[in-house]
């Protein structure tokens, strides 16, 4: 499925074949060497490789964020304007981040974008049947426990109002649909292909990818006590593993990115109402019933996808 990402060397391979000699100089060579390709290479130089790759797209992606805030801070003294600000930066650096990732795999930037941007009735069933089990949760969680609920109306409320009381519509937009945007192209778009692309494992993209979306939510320690509690984290960051993983398999099942940015922004408009500041208390029983059936959903979600991925895989060699 995802060969199209290697027909010919990319990546650090590319470089390596740009070293060689070119024709001219070729027939000068007694037996000039070709540029192995990535089943070739021992599985300890693509991890090699693979590093180095990473190191070189995350790279590339801060160079991207940092020239998208420069255009959002040039659109702030223009206009002013908090919502055309979030929009501005968030359509740089998604069209930087394709451009890049065009030119690393060494594919046509509109037949990149065809590809990941599929969304048909599959798909659309997926995310309805994700918004109902999503609904059915808020609903038990809401009606469990009442000395505390993990999930409330009125975190909701305080989530999508300033301080005065005014609507934060520049911060939804950004955390509703900007920030899943921006990591979905990075975590899933730009991690899981190019390691799909270096090790030819799909279970392999989609643990690396999920094990860095975990890591990089714990930059939230910093704010430790003024906006999350201690054991907020802890589950926001344990989530984050499951639902990266669940994404990161769903890509390479499904083959659309878009997908995973319908699935990850219901994830955040439910997440609204989760308490953040407030400690949660495991030794009641609905929140621990709470939080273990919220995981074990996610878990049983997970084992369908390497099911089908399996599936696929063997019907794959059969053709």
């Given at each position: 499925?995802?060969?199209?990402?290697?027909?010919?060397?990319?990546?650090?391979?590319?470089?390596?074949?740009?070293?060689?000699?070119?024709?001219?100089?070729?027939?000068?060579?007694?037996?000039?060497?070709?540029?192995?390709?990535?089943?070739?290479?021992?599985?300890?130089?693509?991890?090699?490789?693979?590093?180095?790759?990473?190191?070189?797209?995350?790279?590339?992606?801060?160079?991207?964020?940092?020239?998208?805030?420069?255009?959002?801070?040039?659109?702030?003294?223009?206009?002013?304007?908090?919502?055309?600000?979030?929009?501005?930066?968030?359509?740089?650096?998604?069209?930087?981040?394709?451009?890049?990732?065009?030119?690393?795999?060494?594919?046509?930037?509109?037949?990149?974008?065809?590809?990941?941007?599929?969304?048909?009735?599959?798909?659309?069933?997926?995310?309805?049947?994700?918004?109902?089990?999503?609904?059915?949760?808020?609903?038990?969680?809401?009606?469990?426990?009442?000395?505390?609920?993990?999930?409330?109306?009125?975190?909701?409320?305080?989530?999508?109002?300033?301080?005065?009381?005014?609507?934060?519509?520049?911060?939804?937009?950004?955390?509703?649909?900007?920030?899943?945007?921006?990591?979905?192209?990075?975590?899933?778009?730009?991690l899981v292909l190019v390691t799909v692309n270096r090790l030819g494992s799909v279970e392999w993209g989609a643990s690396v990818s999920s094990v860095l979306f975990a890591a990089i939510h714990l930059a939230n320690a910093r704010h430790l006590?003024?906006?999350?509690?201690?054991?907020?984290?802890?589950?926001?960051?344990?989530?984050?593993?499951?639902?990266?993983?669940?994404?990161?398999?769903?890509?390479?099942?499904?083959?659309?990115?878009?997908?995973?940015?319908?699935?990850?922004?219901?994830?955040?408009?439910?997440?609204?109402?989760?308490?953040?500041?407030?400690?949660?208390?495991?030794?009641?029983?609905?929140?621990?019933?709470?939080?273990?059936?919220?995981?074990?959903?996610?878990?049983?979600?997970?084992?369908?996808?390497?099911?089908?991925?399996?599936?696929?895989?063997?019907?794959?060699?059969?053709?």
């Amino acid at each position: 499925m995802w060969s199209w990402l290697s027909p010919e060397p990319n990546g650090a391979l590319a470089a390596l074949a740009a070293l060689q000699p070119d024709a001219t100089e070729a027939e000068k060579t007694p037996t000039p060497t070709p540029t192995p390709t990535p089943a070739e290479l021992p599985l300890a130089v693509r991890w090699v490789l693979l590093v180095m790759e990473l190191a070189l797209v995350s790279g590339g992606a801060f160079l991207l964020l940092l020239s998208s805030s420069v255009i959002g801070a040039l659109v702030r003294g223009l206009l002013g304007a908090g919502v055309v600000v979030q929009l501005c930066e968030a359509a740089a650096f998604g069209w930087g981040l394709v451009t890049f990732l065009s030119w690393f795999f060494h594919v046509p930037k509109r037949d990149f974008v065809r590809r990941l941007a599929a969304f048909g009735r599959r798909e659309g069933r997926t995310c309805m049947v994700s918004v109902l089990l999503h609904s059915v949760a808020t609903v038990a969680l809401t009606t469990w426990s009442e000395d505390q609920r993990v999930w409330s109306w009125e975190n909701a409320r305080a989530a999508v109002h300033r301080s005065d009381g005014s609507l934060a519509t520049a911060e939804m937009m950004k955390n509703l649909l900007l920030a899943p945007m921006t990591e979905e192209l990075f975590f899933r778009g730009m991690l899981v292909l190019v390691t799909v692309n270096r090790l030819g494992s799909v279970e392999w993209g989609a643990s690396v990818s999920s094990v860095l979306f975990a890591a990089i939510h714990l930059a939230n320690a910093r704010h430790l006590g003024t906006q999350y509690s201690a054991s907020y984290l802890v589950f926001q960051v344990l989530w984050a593993l499951l639902v990266g993983l669940f994404l990161a398999l769903k890509l390479v099942v499904s083959g659309s990115l878009v997908e995973c940015f319908a699935l990850h922004t219901i994830n955040n408009v439910f997440a609204l109402g989760v308490a953040r500041n407030a400690a949660m208390n495991l030794t009641q029983p609905g929140v621990c019933v709470s939080i273990l059936a919220s995981f074990s959903a996610y878990a049983l979600v997970i084992a369908k996808q390497l099911q089908a991925l399996r599936h696929k895989a063997s019907r794959d060699k059969t053709l």
